[in-house]
């Protein structure tokens, strides 16, 4: 499935003109618009998760609000980052987060 976006003319918020916006994901170029959160350019561009629970379960966002935590990853070298709160800014480098894996005790 493609970037599913609401045409500007259509969205009941009335954004301002906001301009287009490139991000690196895992080696990859995303495009959003100026003003989305990391979590709404990755969910645009199709990525409904993008790390794994500690039992191998798919995690991306959950809350959107940041209470949750499962929408975690790296922006700039900044780990555990909210995805849900961060908002994107033109050039950022973004890692999903490596699978949590713990043995249990």
Known sequence: ???QRLPVAQDPVAPRDSGPL??????????GQVGQTVAGLLLGAGHVS???????????????????????????????VRACQR??????VVSTEPPTRETPA
Do not use: K
Not at 56 to 65: H, K, Q, T, Y
């Open 1 to 3: 499935m493609g970037p």
């Open 22 to 31: 490139t991000i690196t994901v895992d080696g990859a170029q995303v495009t």
């Open 50 to 80: 993008w790390r794994t629970s500690r039992t191998g379960r798919p995690r991306g966002v959950f809350c959107g609000i940041g209470v949750c935590f499962d929408c975690l990853v790296t922006v700039n070298d900044i780990p555990d």
């Open 87 to 92: 908002r994107a800014t033109e050039g950022d």
